[in-house]
């Protein structure tokens, strides 16, 4: 009797990620890959047209999310699901809870070779239909534990000094340091002081970009150059143009989260 495949289906809004799941999906002759899509709406379309029986669903995509997937396809037949996630620390817990596998980025092939043979096991076991129930008590968990929605995030700040009044723009930040009721804004030769505290600053920044990683100190990612491992756990963080930063061990998770490496 001829093998049958389990029908398999790539959710992921990256090129880059897509291709190394659908790499180390064709090493395993039981699967047969019947689908890739690039965005969440793509991929509700696909459930129902192609009825995968695995799916590889990444987390964090624009318009609508993974989860928003879930919500999308609930009352229809579900795939059995991997998540695949780079900065959801909750959900991480969440996943655990409700028996529901995930894949952390950046993963390696060990710990996907674990995930997929946890899901090919749930999927010839007919295990996918309590699943749904599954996945919408932790829907319920993770959306009671989900931050309130953000504010609007800043593309300028207003700095006043000496009856001048200047704009900055946030893309154009380096890092920031605290400077008692005030910030220093650090931006290419030039520095600015804005009355803020660096904790109502940050939490007007978008976190995705601009990372706490010390009591003093906020650093845009996109200037990070190299990180130098130094006493204690704590590292150096050098910047393009040459600034070094402090990464206390205390601040190390967070960074860690918004570059999606381990360090």
Not at 107 to 123: M, P
Not at 130 to 153: C, I, K, N, Y
Not at 228 to 245: I, M, R, S
């Amino acid at each position: 009797m001829p093998l049958v495949k389990i029908r398999t289906l790539i959710v992921d809004d990256e090129p880059l990620a897509r291709q190394r799941l659908r790499t180390l999906l064709a090493a395993d002759p039981e699967l047969e890959l019947v689908g890739e899509c690039g965005d969440g709406r793509r991929a509700v379309t696909a459930v129902q047209e192609l009825r995968p029986d695995l799916m590889f669903l990444d987390v964090e995509m624009p318009a609508l999310d993974g989860f928003g997937v879930v919500h999308s396809l609930a009352g229809a037949r579900l795939p059995v699901i991997i998540f695949v996630t780079a900065h959801d620390r909750y959900a991480l817990k969440a996943f655990e809870v409700h028996a529901l596998d995930y894949l952390l980025k950046p993963f390696d092939k060990t710990r996907f070779a674990a995930a997929l043979e946890r899901g090919k096991a749930q999927v010839r076991l007919g295990q996918s239909g309590g699943m749904e129930q599954r996945l919408m008590a932790f829907l319920r968990t993770v959306e009671d534990h989900r931050p309130s929605p953000r504010q609007p995030l800043p593309e300028r700040l207003v700095v006043k000094s000496a009856g001048r009044v200047s704009f900055v723009r946030v893309e154009e930040l380096d890092w920031i340091e605290a400077a008692g009721n005030y910030v220093r804004l650090h931006v290419a030769k030039e520095d600015h002081l804005l009355r803020e505290t660096l904790s109502g600053l940050e939490a007007k920044l978008d976190p995705r970009r601009f990372v706490r990683i010390h009591r003093s100190t906020i650093v845009n990612i996109d200037r990070i150059r190299q990180l130098q491992p130094a006493f204690h756990g704590d590292y150096v963080v050098q910047l393009h143009d040459g600034t070094e930063l402090t990464l206390s061990r205390s601040c190390r998770d967070k960074l860690e989260e918004a570059l999606g490496h381990a360090l």
